[in-house]
Every structure is written in structure tokens, then in C-alpha cells.
């Protein structure tokens, strides 16, 4: 499969900006790299009642969310593939799965919402493995829904495949057995990290929770996930590195300035994603960001980004 190039490396995360034809138009019209759609359903979706969604911690802590998937179905965005790529860049379709009215098992769901994307266009697929506001586990932190879900499109892949993933910070052994099978299966990129899963915050006025669905608990996104971010890029980096294997990791999580995004690319990423910074300065962040990349690598005697992606010093 022929190596994704995104110019400049930076695109948006699938999030709560990338869910309506505006909002993707907007992505198209800016400096990011790609057009990343709102993680895709087989049925559309409201999503979970408000206030879902907090961008602006106290403090500049980051952002909270527990969107619930909105998004218009899968149908949806397949109308919209033809003027998306007509941006000229790669539109790349988030796909995830969530229990509907038709109870199409995991898979099915995850193999026509596919299908339907690469028939419209779609140059490559987020599979989303990984929401944090679904009830149960992710799928990535089940080795064996994996395996059901990404088995039969790594099979027949007809486009490049990427997964969205949670954290494994704190399951070691689970990271290891989760780099195998995606190794084993050959998706092309592997996308870390989705929002830290299960987080809460307290408005100190009201003594309420920030966000009502799920009794308060969402998805933390900013600042203070970059280091934990970087640590999953990184362990993935050097694992695939250790395998020879060409799986490119893109690095989501904490970047708000250019030495965020560098420090991802030290780390590994090979390009970068940006969510709460989109939420709190617009789609010119991309603009923004890239500048502010070619100014670092200028400045420090680098004429290309792959010189330095996975280079962090060892102390
Ligand atoms: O829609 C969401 O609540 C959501 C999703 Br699908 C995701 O992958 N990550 C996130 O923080 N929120």
C-alpha cells in the first residue's frame, strides 16, 4: 500500500467540530493536512444530552466531553464525500461503532459503514476503536474485538487503514498483545491516543459536575494528556521499530503550540492531530501550528520532518 503523504502533517482529530458539512467544509478551506470526519455510525445520532462538552476547563486544563457520537450516519457523509474531495486533500473516514436499531453485529456495522466509504471516495479509514463515552470497554482494550472488528477490512483492504486507540498506560501487558495483533492484521497507521477515558470535573459555584451525560464522567482532551500522549506514541514507535515494521503512528493528544506537535514527533508520530486546540482557536490553528514547525526545524538546522521523527535522546 503506498505510503500516506499529509502536507503539512497535521490534520484535525475526529471530534465535535468535524460532525456537520459546514464544520467539514471549514476543515477543507484550512492549512490542515486532511479532513478527519466525526467518528461515523451505521444510524445517525443525536448524541447524549447537554452540557456535554466543556473546551474550556478552569484554569486552561483542557477540555471534557461526552458527545455521545453525534453524527449524521454513515449515509450521511457518503453524500458529502464528492465536495469534501474536492478540497483537494485526503478525506479520511472515522468510522465506529454503536448499538442501533438494525443490531447489526459489531462487525457488520464496522464492514458496510467501510464499504460505502471506499466506494465514495474516502482516502483512508479511522477506525475508531476507542470511544469513551459508550457504556462497557473500548473495543482496543479487548484484544478479541479487535481481532472481529479489524480482521475482515485489513482482509480486503482496499485503502489504508488506521486505528484510534485508548491509552495503555496502565496495562503494559495489554499494549504489548494489542502492537502484536496490529502488526499481525498490517493496518497501515495507528492513531494514539483518543481522550483520557473516564475523567470528571467540578464547577466550585454550583458544586455540580462540568457535563451531565454518564453521571459527569467524559473524555479529557489538552495540556495536561501531552505527556501522556507522548508515552503511547512513543512505546508504539519503539515496538514497531524493534519489528521492522512500517506502521505509522500518528500522535493526537495535548498539542496546542508547534513544540507540542515537535515533541510528538521525537516521540515517533509521523503526523499529528489536534482536538481541544481546534476547539479553542479555530480551524487557524493549522495555519498556526505549521508555521510555527517549519520555524522550529529551520531554526534548528533541519530540512526535513522525518529527520527528527523518533529521535528523543535517551538521558
Ligand atoms: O462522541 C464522543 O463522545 C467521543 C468519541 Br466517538 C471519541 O472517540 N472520543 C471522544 O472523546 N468523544
Redesign the pocket.
Known sequence: MKKLAIHPPITNA??PLSVTREELEALGRSASGAIVT??MTHCPRV??PEPRLVPHLEGQRGSI??????NLGYRGYAELMSTLKSFGKLVIASI?YAPCEHKLPLEEQYEEIAQTMIQSGADMLEI?L????LTGIPISNDPESIRRVLGPLCKKKKIPIGV?ISPYNNTLLLFEEVAQLLMELKVDVVTTM??EPNVMDIDLKTRTKVIKPREGY??Y?GPAILPIALAEVHRFYKFFKKYNSPIQIWGCGGIIQAEDAIKHFLAGASVVQVGTALLWKGTAVFAELSRGIEQWLKKNGHSHLEEIVGTVREL
Do not use: A, E, R
Not at 130 to 133: A, I, K, R, V
Open positions: 475526529s471530534g466525526k467518528s448524541g447524549n466531553n461526552s458527545m455521545g457520537l453525534n465506529s475508531n476507542s470511544t469513551p463515552n484510534k483518543n481522550s467524559g473524555g482532551g
